[in-house]
């Protein structure tokens, strides 16, 4: 089974962001505990006794809130970019690729952002799937989301593609409707955020930092980019 962790950053309804990202991120298994253990060395640099306390999330990190406040700024960026090395472009492509919805909010007035993003995200998954499977490695896919407002609305609307279809089909591999874990218990979410705020920062603010050193790391095959839409 592969696991797409997923997280979000920008707001839909904030008017002052141009855009909304949703980005996931995508292991075999049974690799989620040599993630996690990759991870949890980079939070013992801050809490040598207790490093689950530390949440890897991008913007509290970078900009200084909370716990990270007397962390120097250069440390703070070391360990997303670290996070992001280890977690991601090290293990790019056999146990790690990464796919993700960019939306400029003013192209898609009037219509349900976050149903957008989800659609183009799982979709893109699920062909990730299907082109497994057409390579003889039959793969079903769970999506796993941090917890959230949405939840109720992101599971039925898993359950609509299945059964009637979205703008591309119906998806077909995946075991069951996307599931909600508590970010602070997982350190894939905690990435998955980190990937999400690293795009983010990308388009909205022209920053590309931390974009650059996952760029080439989207779903691909024969030199096309299947895992990053963007519009």
Same mark, same amino acid.
């Given at each position: 089974m592969h696991l797409l962790y997923v997280d979000e950053s920008g707001s839909v309804g904030d008017t002052k962001q141009r855009?909304?990202?949703?980005?996931?991120?995508?292991?075999?298994? %049974?690799?989620?505990?040599?993630?996690?253990?990759?991870?949890?060395?980079?939070?013992? %640099?801050?809490?040598?006794?207790?490093? @689950?306390?530390?949440?890897?999330?991008?913007?509290?990190?970078?900009?200084?809130k909370g716990r990270w406040r007397s962390v120097p700024l250069a440390d703070r960026e070391k360990a997303i970019a670290d996070a992001l090395i280890i977690g991601v472009r090290q293990r790019f492509p056999k146990n790690v690729r990464l796919f993700a919805s960019v939306l400029e909010k003013a192209n898609f007035e009037g219509q349900d952002i976050a149903q957008v993003a989800f659609e183009q995200l799982s979709s893109r998954f699920d062909q990730y799937l299907r082109r497994l499977h057409l390579q003889q490695?039959?793969?079903?896919?769970?999506?796993? $989301?941090?917890?959230?407002?949405? @939840?109720? %609305?992101?599971?039925?609307?898993?359950?609509? $593609?299945?059964?009637?279809?979205?703008?591309?089909?119906?998806? %077909?591999?995946f075991a069951e409707v996307p599931v909600f874990v508590d970010s602070q218990a997982s350190r894939l979410i905690q990435l998955a955020d980190l990937v999400a705020y690293s795009i983010f920062r990308h388009y909205e603010y022209d920053d590309s930092k931390?974009?650059?050193?996952?760029?080439?790391? $989207?779903?691909?095959?024969?030199?096309?980019?299947?895992?990053?839409?963007?519009r």
């Open positions: 855009y909304f990202v949703l980005a996931g991120v995508a292991v075999f298994e %049974r690799d989620p505990h040599w993630i996690e253990a990759d991870l949890d060395e980079i939070a013992l %640099r801050f809490n040598a006794n207790e490093p @689950e306390l530390i949440e890897l999330h991008g913007s509290p990190i970078r900009s200084g490695n039959t793969q079903r896919g769970l999506i796993v $989301f941090d917890k959230c407002a949405t @939840e109720r %609305r992101i599971q039925t609307l898993a359950r609509e $593609f299945k059964i009637s279809g979205h703008t591309f089909g119906k998806t %077909r591999n931390f974009y650059d050193i996952i760029s080439h790391c $989207f779903d691909s095959e024969g030199g096309v980019v299947h895992g990053l839409y963007s």
